[in-house]
T-cell receptor
């Protein structure tokens, strides 16, 4: 299985809602990532988990809360979002750390989030 | 901050032609990777070239890396309409856990 899955595919939420995005991989990868992507822009790194521990938080607002329950799952909890948070949220995984010598990232299809 | 800068930002060609995209970066790297993204979808890894490699091939793709010039190029030969997508380079840097993506090249292949 060489797939990263993400649910839901689309999400519409109000600014007072609490929701969660889910990501799963069964490739035995030890690093997992959350990215945010606005239209016509490159992905922006939000969080990196390495061996189930948060290793990078790119100064993301606290209304985004990541969680890694186990080595295959990655969640992103959303609370009190703003309309400007509307974007495509991408999850990715890699065998080792992506900055290393030979670690490609595998991306999921993304969750299209709209905040009203 | 963005490490890679792709050039051109947009490229439109006819089916069957070759497409060349360039990427420049600023600091030393462990690897450079190219990804493709169809509109509104996830990124697909195309090819990874390590800092001690100069050229790599995968099917219709050819990637070169010149570390002295801090640049890379992606050549797609005999392009097809299905190659229409955005292409991003991304660099992995020594001691870093992350990839840094460039701004991307939007390729349109006209049938």
């Amino acid at each position: 299985d060489t797939e990263v899955t993400q649910t839901p595919k689309h999400l519409v939420m109000g600014m007072t809602n609490k929701k969660s995005l889910k990501c799963e991989q069964h490739m035995g990868h030890r690093a997992m990532y959350w990215y945010k992507q606005k239209a016509k822009k490159p992905p922006e790194l939000m969080f990196v988990y390495s061996y189930e521990k948060l290793s990078i938080n790119e100064s993301v607002p606290s209304r985004f809360s990541p969680e890694c329950p186990n080595s295959s799952l990655l969640n992103l909890h959303l609370h009190a979002l703003q309309p400007e948070d509307s974007a495509l949220y991408l999850c990715a995984s890699s065998r080792g750390l992506a900055g290393g010598y030979y670690n490609e990232q595998f991306f999921g299809p993304g969750t299209r989030l709209t905040v009203l | 901050s963005q490490q890679g800068e792709e050039d051109p930002q947009a490229l439109s060609i006819q089916e069957g032609e070759n497409a060349t995209m360039n990427c420049s970066y600023k600091t030393s790297i462990n690897n450079l990777q190219w990804y493709r993204q169809n509109s509104g979808r996830g990124l697909v890894h195309l090819i990874l070239i390590r800092s001690n490699e100069r050229e790599k091939h995968s099917g219709r793709l050819r990637v070169t890396l010149d570390t002295s010039k801090k640049s890379s190029s992606l050549l797609i030969t005999a392009s097809r309409a299905a190659d229409t997508a955005s292409y991003f380079c991304a660099t992995g840097q020594g001691g870093s856990e992350k990839l840094v993506f460039g701004k991307g090249t939007k390729l349109t292949v006209n049938p």
